[in-house]
């Protein structure tokens, strides 16, 4: 399980259940087809005594929200809050997380042994198609009022606070090519350069500058001397993950005052839409992209450091 919080949501597998729980059902499937699609989608977290308590909790909680909350579903979840087998794993991550997971856990019960409310009408997917054009650049800036934000921005920047050199700073990214992405919208995939600084620099400066691997060096073989990849191959493998796809699903889902746009940059790299999804790519809220980027920023940086050493 991936988790960034403490929130019944801020982790994969919770938040995984939920979606899918909430796709079933607007696409027009009855409440018991719902549940037994999710089931089956998420069998093998059956017997998992980590994954299995998120699983009921987050099936349990969103039916609860839609007035359509199960016994039996109600039943496991109940079942998996009076033990503690779940609870183990958040004893490595100090008492006050474990305390408020506990608390969370806490406020689930007391939501679920509550009347749910009366049946909610699913609304209808809407699709959503990126505005940005193939080729604008825009210079993001780095570092975020944590106290401003809400959901899963505020959590995640709450686990990760970034790192304080970084603000007043920006990054360059630009939009390089198009991916589809669940339920039926198309996102953007953004390249991102090799460079953080105050002064935003200008277009003819940006096209000289080369793209940010989104991997870590070692993961090309390029601190071993015997690596099975040749330097064409690798050179493939760098410039394969040299792009990233943004989740941005709707206009408001990415904060606009954090963007300036610079410009358009055409260039041979520009690939419009052509089906594709996310598989095999880096994928990124806008709150963790700037993460991301600057730790893969910082070990590429570091490796022309060792490899300007080791040719002197």
Not at 28 to 52: H, W, Y
Not at 170 to 192: F, G, H, N, Q, T
Request: overall charge neutral; proline content about 5%; aromatic content about 14%.
């Amino acid at each position: 399980m991936g988790a960034w919080g403490i929130s019944l949501y801020s982790n994969d597998t919770c938040r995984d259940v939920r979606n899918l729980y909430i796709d079933k059902l607007k696409k027009g499937v009855n409440n018991q087809d719902a549940t037994a699609a999710v089931l089956s989608v998420f069998q093998e977290l059956v017997g998992d005594e980590e994954e299995e308590p998120l699983f009921w909790f987050a099936l349990a909680d969103t039916q609860w929200d839609y007035g359509r909350l199960q016994p039996e579903v109600k039943e496991k979840a109940l079942y998996w809050l009076n033990r503690n087998e779940e609870l183990e794993r958040w004893c490595e991550n100090g008492q006050k997380l474990f305390e408020e997971w506990v608390d969370t856990r806490r406020k689930l019960r007391e939501k679920l042994e509550a009347t749910p409310p009366p049946e909610k009408k699913a609304t209808k997917h809407r699709s959503y198609r990126d505005s940005w054009k193939l080729g604008d650049v825009f210079a993001y800036r780095f570092c975020s009022n944590v106290d401003q934000l809400k959901g899963m921005a505020r959590a995640y920047m709450n686990m990760f606070p970034p790192d304080p050199w970084l603000c007043g700073k920006y990054m360059i990214i630009r939009k390089v090519s198009e991916r589809s992405w669940w339920p039926d919208s198309i996102i953007p995939e953004l390249c991102a350069y090799r460079w953080i600084g105050e002064r935003i620099p200008s277009l003819d400066e940006i096209r000289k500058m080369p793209k940010q691997p989104m991997m870590y060096p070692e993961a090309t073989g390029v601190y071993e001397k015997t690596w099975k990849l040749g330097g064409t191959e690798r050179e493939n493998l760098i410039k394969k993950n040299e792009s990233f796809v943004l989740v941005k699903t709707t206009a408001q889902s990415f904060p606009k005052d954090k963007v300036i746009y610079l410009g358009n940059l055409s260039g041979n790299d520009l690939v419009p839409f052509s089906g594709k999804d996310t598989q095999g790519k880096t994928t990124v809220e806008w709150f963790s992209m700037e993460r991301f980027f600057f730790e893969y920023y910082k070990a590429w940086k570091e490796f022309d450091i060792e490899k300007t050493n080791c040719s002197d």
